[in-house]
Every structure is written in C-alpha cells, then in structure tokens.
C-alpha cells in the first residue's frame, strides 16, 4: 500500500496505469494451455477424464451432473430468485430490433438480429461458489433467445458440483451442467466431445488457464473478452467516508493476490484516514493469505483537482469505477472508459456484484476502452439484407463494375455485367 502525489511521482503512477494482460501472461503455462487445448481436440472425453483426475484430484465415469444432484435449501434460493429478477428485467431493456428501409427503384436494405443456437458457460471453482456468475451469464443469453446454455465447472474431491451453483443454473435454465474445469473445459465447449456438444460462443471468467484458453480457441468460437484480474478505482472529493472507501478497495482486494484497488482523491487528510481504515479492516476480513499479496497493489493518489482524477481513471479504464463525491451524476458525462460506474457512496461495488442487474462481466486491464460490460447483443448475430430490384441495379451497375474493375475482381464485375446485357 501507498500513497502517491500526481505532481512528485508521475513515474510510479504511469508503472500503475501501464496493467496489462499480456505483462501478466507465463510462457511456461501458455505452453501448458496450449498442450491442453490439443489434447482435448484430439482425444476428447479421454482427455477430460485424465485432466478432471490430475487437476482436480477425482477420478469420474460421467462428466454430466444428473437432476438428483440439484438440492438446495428455500431461503438461498428466495434470494437468488430476487437477484435474477433484476437481472432479467435489466437485460430486457437491452432491445435490439430487425429493421428495414425502403429507398427508391425499389431497393430494401436491413438488418436481422437472430439469437446464437448453443452458448458455454464457464464458472470458476476453487476459492468460493460464484453463483452469482450463473446468473450474470446465463440470464442475458436467455433473454437473447439461446437455445441451449451448455455450463461447465470443476468438480470437488468427492466429484460432486456445489449445490448452490446447481439451484442457480436450474433457476437461470441452464440446459446441461458438466463436471469438468479448467482450459480443458474452454477446448471441449469449443471442439466437442462425445459428451459435450460444440458451442457458439464462451463466455464467464476464469484463472490464468482458462483465460488464455479462451484466446486460444477464439476464432473457432467466439468469447466474451480476454479478461485479467479484477480492479476497482474510486475518486473521492474531502467530504467522502473513509470507512466506506476503505471497504470497497477490500471487497476487491479479496477477489485475486493480483487484484488493484486504486483511490484518486484531492485530499490529503482523506489518503491517510482510508489507508489507517484498510490496515483495521483488513484484518477482519477471511481471505488472509490473498490480501497479504493484493494489498501491496492499493494505491492511493492524490491529485490537485478532482478533473485531475477523472483524467487518470479514464487512462486506466477501470472495470469498476466508483464516484465517492457530493455530486457524482455532474461528472458522469467526463466518464470516458469504465466497465461499470457506481454513482455515490450508497451504491458499492458489491451492489453491482450480486443484485442490480447489469451483467458483473466487466472488461479489465483497461481494456474498458473498446470491450463493453457482457449483455443481450453479445448473443445475438446481425446478418445485412439486400435486396435490388432490376431498375435499381441498371441505375447504379456501372459504378458497380468501375469499383470491381479497380480492385481486379473481373468476376465481380461480369455478375453485373451479365445482367445488364440481358
């Protein structure tokens, strides 16, 4: 942890600001992932098996979680229904509608927007049940229209799945749930097996593995994003709580030893009652062996004006952005790149997590600038419509052939050509 001033220590800050994917990427593991993804196209389920038995230290006959298997008790379950509501009204809002225009001599131009046929979802294991990841990601797409939801997440030692990831999918109408983690589980959704069917897309978050499987495999599917560890920024003006600050560069510190916490604010007294807030906080708090690597990445800058601040966060592009100040709707228009912004100091990061309905799957390591928070659109397809008629295509086939004559496509030109002359 430290506290840096935006006129003594340019230098340092830029290092803060300069958080990329590919600085966080080992060759060695790249290696790894790559020798996985072709084991599993090659040999499919036999691969699963063998990689589900040596990282995940259980040995199973059927990667399918059966129905019996989705037990969880109703007060979780009351919750859950509440945060999907949310999250399914959100997204229903997110329309996009087949459009087309009639133009003179009869030509029709368009678009069509049609749902994609079968999206993977992956879930992480490890650390926590990310229920709320089922959600965040199977209830857009169903809102889209996807046929079939395929989610693949690791199993335990015992090969069971945890309940509480099971009630959610069930909730969310996930069609099939698979024992299976990892890049193993990215190249399976992307290739099939004899068990999992082959996807569209994939989307959800991961670790290192999973992630540069994903990237690996684009192209053969689509992906959401290339996501890296996650990260909060906080602008703050002198009258913001530091013990609410404080939480909310925790709540993130918490996620991954590689997670940034970053606050921007014009005032020094603020710096020092956040940093004292976090030491006191911190050790209150379960995840003890994460924190004691993330917290060295908190940094605290204090900036001589707040559009000072704004103009560092728009640089880093954060996936969370949140607007600790008295007024924060004034400055949302200055807001250039964030994945999402939570505006004052009742709506913490936390809020966006779990309940109020935009999608958690947030774009990081400032790839804010040209990726979007995951929605609707990203499981919908445009396809152009066209349609000529013979008047429309003797008024313009001219300047079709000149264009096609320039590139040397003869061919191009000679379909129009051909016509003309009929």
Known sequence: MEILRFEENNERIKKVLERSNINLIDERIKQKVEEIVREVRNSGDTALLKYTALFDGVKLDDLKVSQDEFLVDNEF????????????????????????????????????????????????????????????????????????????????KNGKINPYILAASKLAQVDEVYKVGGAQAIAALAFGTATIHKVDKIVG?????????????????????????????????????????????????????????????????????????????????????????????????????????????NQFAPEHLELHIKNPME?????????????GEYSPESVGDYFAGPSHVLP?????????????????????????TKQALVKYGQEIINLANLEGFDGHANAVKVRLEK
């Open 205 to 313: 978050p991961g670790n290192i593995y999973v992630t540069l499987a994903k990237k690996i495999v684009f192209g053969e599917v689509d992906i959401d994003m290339v996501a890296g560890p996650t990260e909060v920024v906080v602008i703050a003006d002198a009258q913001a709580n530091p013990e609410f600050i404080a939480a909310d560069l925790l709540s993130q510190a918490e996620h991954d030893p590689l997670s940034l916490a970053v606050l921007l604010t014009t005032s020094s007294d603020l710096a020092n009652l956040v940093l004292n807030k976090v030491e006191s906080q911190s050790k209150l708090l379960s995840h003890q062996e994460t924190l004691k690597h993330s917290l060295d990445n908190l940094t605290i800058i204090i900036t001589r004006t707040l559009q000072e601040a704004i103009n560092i966060s």
């Open 364 to 388: 990081t390591c400032k790839s804010a600038r040209f990726f979007s928070p995951l929605g609707v659109e990203d499981f919908l397809k445009r396809s152009s419509i066209i349609s000529y």
């Open 331 to 343: 400055i949302l228009g200055n807001i250039e790149h964030a994945g999402a912004i939570f505006l």
């Open 77 to 156: 379950l009351q919750n859950l229904e509440l945060a999907a509501t949310n999250i399914t009204n959100f997204h229903k809002h997110q329309s996009f509608n087949s459009w087309t225009v009639s133009k003179e001599d009869g030509v029709i131009l368009g678009q069509c927007y049609r749902p994609m046929e079968i999206v993977g979802i992956y879930v992480p294991g490890g650390r926590a049940p990310y229920v709320s990841t089922v959600l965040m990601t199977a209830i857009p797409a169903k809102v889209a229209g996807v046929k079939k939801i395929i989610l693949c997440t690791p199993p335990d």
